[in-house]
């Protein structure tokens, strides 16, 4: 495996590859690699010749009073494992060198990073639409692959993928959960052992709604309603938002007609956790 921490570098070992005739896979990180990462590296090379991985602890998508500084990093630990999962080459710049002195252009996809997860975190999307953007140019893959665990960045950085010609094609791969039904989150390691027994209700109360929608259940507040029911019990769980919405719009909902996004983020602790299901009427059932 290769590694690269100027973008000099790494588009120089990327070119050689294309010149050798491989496609490119890009998963993008900020380290601290799981499971879910791996499926990402995984599927990138099992379709291309070379795949590569960012790890970037990007401070632009990080709020004043958020977790920047106690963010976990470990960069021998994720080589190994992003080496394990067949990643060809780790791109892991520093700070200045993609925010060299004098930086200040941003991309932002408006409206779509105001609700969920933007309305309580001004600024995020933005921060991760740029740094994604830069990304995307200094890598040029051929394919993005992302995690829907993080539904709206998926839907937000697809968006700004068509809106900007990008010319990449994105993958968004299913969320990774353990066997408690906790969706794999680098954030996770902040729980104790009764925080972590909480988070488990998180995916209860998601399947509670995914079976009623199952069910034949269209209308929004109710799945809400029987969702919300299992987080309310528990006061260990300061719950943030939980909504319903457009799987590619984020408009609000009152029926689901389309794919629906059913999503919410909590606060256990200090630890913010979000997890989301896909509920589609097409097939009427849920994706988890
Ligand atoms: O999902 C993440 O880890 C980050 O938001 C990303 C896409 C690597 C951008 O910093």
Do not use: W
Not at 81 to 98: D, I, N, Q, R, Y
Not at 201 to 217: T, V
Not at 241 to 265: F, G, I, Q, T
């Amino acid at each position: 495996m290769e590694f690269a921490e100027s973008k000099s570098e790494a588009r120089r070992l990327i070119a050689r590859a294309r010149a050798d005739g491989k496609t490119v896979g890009f998963v993008p990180t900020m380290g601290a690699l799981h499971r879910g990462h791996t499926s990402l590296i995984e599927a990138s090379s099992s379709e291309h010749g070379y795949t590569v991985v960012s790890i970037f602890v990007n401070p632009t998508q990080f709020g004043p009073n958020e977790d920047l500084d106690r963010y976990p990093r470990d960069l021998k630990r994720d080589l190994e494992t992003a080496e394990g999962a067949g990643a060809s080459l780790v791109f892991a710049p520093s700070v200045e060198e993609m925010y060299p002195a004098g930086f200040t252009t941003f991309v932002e996809v408006s409206a779509l990073g105001d609700v969920l997860c933007g309305a309580s975190r001004p600024g995020h999307f933005r921060g991760v639409t740029t740094v994604v953007a830069k990304l995307l140019n200094i890598v040029r893959p051929d394919v993005l692959y992302l995690g829907r665990k993080d539904a709206q960045q998926a839907i937000i950085l697809s968006r700004m993928v068509r809106d900007l010609d990008l010319g990449v094609k994105v993958r968004v791969m299913p969320t990774v959960r353990g066997p408690d039904g906790v969706a794999l989150s680098s954030r996770n390691g902040y729980l104790s052992a009764e925080q972590r027994a909480c988070a488990s209700r998180l995916f209860e109360s998601l399947s509670k709604a995914g079976h009623l929608f199952e069910a034949g259940e269209r209308d929004v507040s109710r799945l809400v309603s029987a969702a919300r029911a299992v987080l309310d019990g528990e006061r260990e769980i300061a719950v943030e938002y939980l909504e319903v919405r457009d799987a590619e719009s984020l408009s609000e909902l009152s029926r689901v007609e389309d794919r629906a996004l059913l999503a919410l983020a909590v606060r256990i602790g200090d630890t913010r956790l979000i997890d989301n299901i896909i509920l589609d009427p097409g097939t009427g059932s849920f994706e988890a």
